[in-house]
């Protein structure tokens, strides 16, 4: 099984940064992809970032140019880096592994909320 922490999520006023990080434990194998996913309020979930294990990044439009991706496969760590933070990008992110087989399997860290201020 595995399991994925989220952590560094706060309020920040618009234009700020923040750092979000995940921390995976358990069976986690390669390759995989690991990702960002937030859930804005009155909104779907909706992809963010995605880091694969050999460091291909892919962006949303919303956030390109302002948001990073990376990974430290031995430590089991992804990070999100928020720079020029705006209202919009307030909600809840989560992290995401995707094990990459057969038969792909997700899974989902609890959520860290990002509250962005005018």
């Known amino acids: 099984q595995v399991q994925l922490v989220e952590s560094g999520g706060g309020s920040v006023q618009a234009g700020g940064s923040l750092r979000l990080t995940c921390v995976g434990s358990?069976?986690?194998?390669?390759?995989?992809?690991l990702g960002w996913f937030r859930q804005r309020p009155g909104k779907e979930r909706e992809l963010v970032a995605t880091i694969t294990s050999g460091f291909i990044t892919n962006y949303a439009d919303s956030v390109k140019g302002r948001f990073s991706i990376d990974r430290d496969t031995n430590k089991k760590t992804v990070w999100l880096r928020m720079n020029d933070l705006k209202p919009e990008d307030t909600g809840v992110y989560y992290c995401?592994?995707?094990?990459?087989?057969?038969?792909?399997?997700?899974?989902w860290g609890q959520g860290t909320q990002v509250t962005v201020s005018s």
């Open positions: 995401s592994l995707r094990k990459i087989g057969p038969r792909s399997v997700d899974y």
């Open positions: 358990g069976d986690i194998t390669s390759p995989n992809y």
